[in-house]
């Protein structure tokens, strides 16, 4: 117990990594604009494409797709797919109009 409690001396006035972690993201977030978020995004996705393979993306959308199959309903399944099917109808209008 006294080792718990220098630990917790220790520590008094000292932030969290929880804490650091949460205010940096916010002042991050007040000095960057949407481009910066996304060259960043854009960065982050080359460097983990050059680092795995067609296996590892193979691995990461069947443990997504099994992980959404368990939250949710035939409903979202309707639902999403009906949004995709208006998107493309747009996108396929749009194309046909620059032809």
Known sequence: ???????????????SLEEAGRK????TAKNHDRD????????G?????KKHDRDFYEEIGR????????????????EIGRKGGE???KQDGNNNNNN
Not at 45 to 49: F, L, Q
């Open 1 to 15: 117990m006294a080792r718990n409690n220098e630990n917790n001396n220790d520590n008094r006035g000292k932030m």
């Open 24 to 27: 940096g993201g916010e002042a």
């Open 36 to 43: 910066f978020y996304k060259e960043i995004g854009r960065k």
């Open 45 to 49: 996705g080359e460097a983990t494409a």
């Open 63 to 78: 443990k997504g797709g099994e992980a959404t199959a368990k939250n949710h309903d035939r409903d979202f399944y309707e």
């Open 87 to 89: 998107a493309r109808a």
